[in-house]
């Protein structure tokens, strides 16, 4: 399944696309642009296809997306029976990610430009705080001009301050180390990216951080909460993904982004996406 570029008509009068959205279902297109999409779902349920990554969605939830990075959402079959009642209501707001001009480089603005580096994997938001989200961008509606601004920015706010997000898609999928803090493990993250369809040692990568094997291992679990096998296994699991999505090819995924037997990379894919190589290929496959 080939992703579509949407080329969105802009009003040159406003930086923000804003879109109070009601329709029996969602389109069924896997696309991207290169203007980010905040999504609020007010009554609609279905599948979520952002990058690799496939979640369920349902009223109450806030997904940022990031520029360039595939989407789909798909409503469940109900929707689309002859007979259905069901309707789908959202607010989707699209902005570029300069659509503020150098404001977000000012310090007093640091957490929403992280905001919107993170945003590059896709982000999911749940919980109490999305209430005053949702609240805050139905104002959205009657507001325009600058106070249309000001208020969108609030909402960036408190996307930034949210306590309870996940990200969506993997940074194999996204081949970027966009986003990530520069501290000392970005050589780790660079080489990672270049090098995971070959053999790594933690040797090497420990050599890159400039510290012992035993003491980067410790290092890299206590600030990623994963072991570093664990996150290079995400990398390769992510450019599978991508690899399925175009080809359908399980052996081929396999090989071409690292693992080296299909046994392995079943059970390594199965660990961190949730579903078989062979299911993940299926549910692509519908849209």
């Known amino acids: 399944m080939k992703s579509q570029l949407i080329q969105r008509v802009t009003d040159v009068t406003s930086s923000l696309a804003l879109q109070n959205y009601s329709a029996d279902y969602f389109l069924k297109v896997w696309h991207y642009h290169p203007e980010l999409e905040l999504n609020v779902i007010h009554e609609s349920t279905g ?3 952002v990058g690799d990554s496939i979640e369920r969605f ?6 940022l997306v990031g520029k360039n990075l595939p989407h789909l959402w798909l409503n469940d079959e109900i929707y ?11 607010h989707i707001i699209h902005f570029l990610d300069n ?10 603005m640091a957490e929403i430009n992280k905001l919107i580096k993170r945003a590059k994997l896709g982000i999911k938001f749940s919980g109490a705080g999305n ?3 949702a609240e805050k961008i139905s104002t959205l509606i009657d507001c325009s001009g600058y106070e249309r601004i000001i208020t969108f920015i609030e909402v960036l706010k408190l ?9 969506l898609s993997s940074l194999g999928y996204t081949e970027s180390v966009t986003g990530i803090d520069k501290d000392r493990l970005l050589p780790v993250y660079e080489y990672v990216i270049n090098n995971f369809k070959h ?3 933690l040797d090497k990568v420990a050599a890159l951080a400039n510290m012992n094997a035993s003491s980067f291992s410790r290092y890299f679990t206590s600030l990623h909460r994963k072991t570093f096998t664990r996150f290079l296994n995400e990398i390769r699991v992510g450019s599978a993904c991508k690899l399925l999505i175009r080809d359908g090819h399980v052996a081929g995924a396999c090989y071409e982004s690292g693992f080296n037997n299909i046994s392995n990379f079943n059970r390594q894919f199965k660990s961190i996406k949730r579903i078989t190589p ?4 299926r549910l692509h496959s519908i849209v």
């Open 159 to 167: 996307l930034s301050a949210h306590k309870k997000f996940k990200t």
């Open 199 to 201: 053999d790594i040692t």
């Open 99 to 108: 659509f503020a001009g150098g404001l977000f480089n000012i310090p007093e």
């Open 80 to 90: 689309f029976e002859k007979d259905s009642n069901l309707t789908t209501k959202a």
């Open 47 to 49: 599948t979520a296809f």
């Open 58 to 63: 349902e009223p109450g939830d806030v997904v």
């Open 278 to 281: 062979s299911d993940y290929i």
């Open 131 to 133: 209430a005053a989200i």
